[in-house]
């Protein structure tokens, strides 16, 4: 079964650190790219950073950049989600996708899998 | 920079309607780049559509895209009562992703 399972959420102090983790399993993680999105209680979905195959580019949301760092362990299987300088905005559920870029999992672009998502609260 | 607007706000249906959700860009993007999610209360996202008219595994038929340039829409053709849920369009740029603000659709 395909499967993301993100971890290394929970209440942290504004200006402090976070690493979130995206265990996969059920598909040779390394071919594929990956996107963390996250959503703020109560508010919509707003895309994060995104990582390609290889780890050798990556994207980021003009709300995190300079702020959050992403990276991947091919063999570990893991994405990992770097977060720095924490602000109360940050406060939101971090979600980890499988990002398909046409031709690899899908056709066209689409996040076709995701995880159950990790709670981060940034709060003094 | 692109900005996806999603309308209505909210829809109002009855069971056994057809629900028309638009997604609106603020300059032409390829098909290829666009996509339709669902969100269940205290659930991930689930892809429905994606390139603005396939349908992704396991999603019914009362579910379909179409669209092109800065006009996309979602129809679901006949409301399931498990469709009254909240639902993303999504467009993918050159190096960043952009969500709709959503539609929540409830009954009437």
């Known amino acids: 079964e395909v499967q993301l399972l993100e971890s290394g959420g929970g209440l942290v102090q504004p200006g402090g650190s976070l690493r979130l983790s995206c265990a996969a399993s059920g598909f040779t993680f390394s071919n594929y790219a990956m996107s963390w999105a996250r959503q703020a209680p109560g508010k919509g979905l707003e895309w994060v950073s995104a990582i390609s195959s290889s780890g050798g580019a990556t994207y980021f949301a003009d709300s995190v950049k300079d702020q959050f760092t992403i990276s991947r362990d091919n063999s570990r299987n893991t994405l990992y989600l770097q977060m720095n300088s924490l602000r109360a905005e940050d406060t939101a559920i971090y979600y980890c996708?499988?990002?398909?870029?046409?031709?690899?999992?899908?056709?066209?672009?689409?996040?076709?899998?995701w995880g159950q998502g990790t709670t981060v609260t940034v709060s003094s | 920079e692109i900005v996806l607007t999603q309308s209505p706000g909210t829809l109002s249906l009855s069971p056994g309607e057809r629900a028309t959700l638009s997604c609106r860009a603020s300059?032409?993007?390829?098909?290829?780049?666009l996509a339709w999610y669902q969100q269940k209360p205290g659930l991930a996202p689930r892809l429905l559509i994606y390139g603005a008219s396939s349908r992704a595994t396991g999603i019914p038929d009362r579910f379909s895209g179409s669209g092109s340039g800065t006009d996309f829409t979602l129809t679901i053709s006949r409301l399931e009562p498990e469709d009254f849920t909240v639902y993303y369009c999504q467009q993918f740029g050159t190096s960043r992703i952009i969500f709709g603000q959503g539609t929540r659709l409830e009954i009437k």
């Open positions: 996708a499988r990002y398909c870029v046409g031709g690899s999992c899908l056709p066209y672009y689409g996040m076709d899998v």
């Open positions: 300059q032409s993007v390829s098909s290829r780049y």
